[in-house]
């Protein structure tokens, strides 16, 4: 059973720290990984995608691959009231399925 | 706003009752995803098309039927649901298989309660 991991949270930072998202996988075949962000009563939005060993920036958000340790993560920079909300990582296996976490749910006191 | 739709974004019925969820995208996509999001529980992939060809039914009770009458379409048919399948329910779109990058994109979703 392919799953992917995620601490339900709340992860609960001060405006204008760094929030740090973590996610573990367990299929090594994995190639492509995603996190998106989802408010509450809204649908999931893409805020990146990442497919090589390494670090990937846009903007103030920098997602972290990791395949020999299946961890994926996803740090956000000066972090902003507006940034609360659930965060989604995906894995999409050897075939074309999206495979979801839980979910952890941010919280930026102000 | 995203490039996928869905009609309508709330839906009451019974358990007698039949409905018909609907989503168009917009993006030229292939592929087209209906998932089910129930409270604390991840999103769960209910059916895939691609093409307009089913290629994924996820051991999903009967009682939900899906259509794809052309790759910009896709419906999901309800009728004798239970209480227990009240959900956000999500349409999706990518390009499809054989994209390296294949990446989905989601539309608002319809928040279904079944009395």
């Known amino acids: 059973q392919k799953e992917v991991e995620q601490n339900s949270g709340p992860l609960s930072v001060p405006e204008g720290a760094i929030a740090s998202l973590n996610c573990t996988y367990s299929d090594r075949g994995s190639q492509s990984f995603f996190w998106y962000r989802q408010y509450s009563g809204k649908s999931p939005e893409l805020i990146m995608s990442?497919?090589?060993?390494g670090d990937k920036e846009d903007g103030r958000f920098t997602a972290q691959l990791n395949k020999a340790s299946q961890y994926v993560s996803l740090l956000i920079r000066d972090s902003q009231p507006s940034d609360s909300a659930t965060y989604l990582c995906a894995e999409r296996d050897s075939s074309y399925k999206l495979i979801f976490g839980s979910g952890t749910r941010l919280l930026v006191r102000p | 706003e995203t490039g996928v739709t869905q009609t309508p974004r709330h839906l009451v019925m019974g358990m007698t009752n039949k409905k018909s969820l609907k989503c168009e995208q917009h993006l030229g996509h292939n592929a087209m995803y209906w998932y089910k999001q129930s409270a604390k529980k991840p999103l769960e992939l209910m059916f895939v098309y691609s093409l307009e060809e089913r290629v994924e039914n996820n051991s999903v009770p009967s009682r939900f039927s899906p259509e794809c009458p052309n790759s910009s379409h896709l419906f999901l048919h309800l009728h004798t649901l239970q209480p227990e399948d009240s959900a956000l329910y999500l349409c999706?779109?990518?390009?499809?298989?054989?994209?390296?990058?294949?990446?989905?994109?989601f539309g608002p979703g319809t928040r279904l309660t079944v009395l």
């Open positions: 990442i497919y090589s060993n």
């Open positions: 999706a779109s990518s390009q499809g298989r054989g994209s390296s990058t294949d990446t989905q994109y």
